[in-house]
């Protein structure tokens, strides 16, 4: 793989050429756009078939890369009786389905997934093939990797394609987060990404949508199957859940004591939201890790994030890319939080936070409709 500390734009398309030169002819699929691309391919996370919906974020995100290299857009789902979420699949925009069944396929296990999938894509030769960053996600995207003999570009903030050299680019934060690195794969194919849950947009759903299923035999040999399933005992999350919340107040070390932590939760309680924190607050032991916001916590998506005493570091940012409507409050007015900020109020946060607090509970349920239809 091919390392660029820089953004997209800083890309060298010729030294990509150049590395492509070097390939054998056989896997030069993507050098020219003369050449016909493989597909773009979206691994379709389940439990027990129910779909994890960052592959439907990826199908959406997968859509607009294959439209870019002029190809089709695939789902490859693997299990045991799964043909469902091949027309789930369909409504969530995939044009294709490649779908893999077989009875030791039920429950996800690294390494039969892993060879299900490789031979699916030595079969198929797609170009790119993305997966979830969650926990299966990673195990299978580093196991397959090995196997087909590719790169993976893991937890992948951006993706996109050169279109002057066909090379899929996968961005994401390195070195402890101060870059931005752009990574490539330019001698094998498929190009493997992992995206975390939350990074990017599925599209809206077609139930009329569908589309061609194409039945993937792959053969299993009994040492492949080298872990066995005895039982299955689901750990419920309890307690804090940013990662489906509408809204989320997030406080940073701008609060300057674990004591002040309550105007956040003040505010929070008064717009019915979850509580978010920086790193800064977590490591001071002012609130919990789960709290946590950005690229060593959660990547949190909802429609608004308030942003206190939060400087805007890129790795805070990083876990609030794709927030709907981001405000923030700083004392500081070149603080970097209000570069991506669509509201910002600059002043003392312990004048303006019990002030929205008192504001807001004086407001009739009329102007703060939330009250009524919490999300959270
Ligand atoms: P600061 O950067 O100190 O900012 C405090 C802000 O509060 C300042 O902008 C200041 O102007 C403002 N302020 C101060 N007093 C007031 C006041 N009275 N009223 C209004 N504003 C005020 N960070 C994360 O958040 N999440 C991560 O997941 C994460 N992962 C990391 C991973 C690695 C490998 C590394 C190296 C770092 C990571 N960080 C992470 C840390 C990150 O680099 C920053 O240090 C951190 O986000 C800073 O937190 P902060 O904004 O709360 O504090």
Redesign the pocket.
Known sequence: MVQKLQSVKAFSPTKVAEAHATIPETSQRSVNSEVRYGEVWVWVEHLHGKAAPVSWELLGEGKRLATKYETELAAVVIGNAVSHLAKEAFVQGTDKVYLVQEESLEDYRTQPYAIALTQAVKMFKPEALLLGGTIRGRDLAGSAATLIETGLIADCTALDVDLETGTFLGTRPDY???LMSTIICPKHRPTMVSVRPRVMKSLPQDQSRHGEVVNVDVTLKPEDLNTEVLNFVPIEKVGVRLEDAQIIVS??????SGRNFHLIEELAQQLQAQVG?????VRAGWIGYEH??????LTVRPRVYIA?????????IV?IMNVDYIAS????PN?S?FKMSDFGLI????N?VPALTEELKSTSTELAPWRRSSTQ
């Open positions: 402890g987060g101060n406080g940073g070390r701008g609060l300057g924190a920086s790193r800064a607050a946590q916001v950005g690229q060593t916590g206190v005493g939060i400087s805007g570091a890129i790795q805070h876990g409050i700083n004392r500081d603080a939080i002043g003392d946060l312990f303006i």
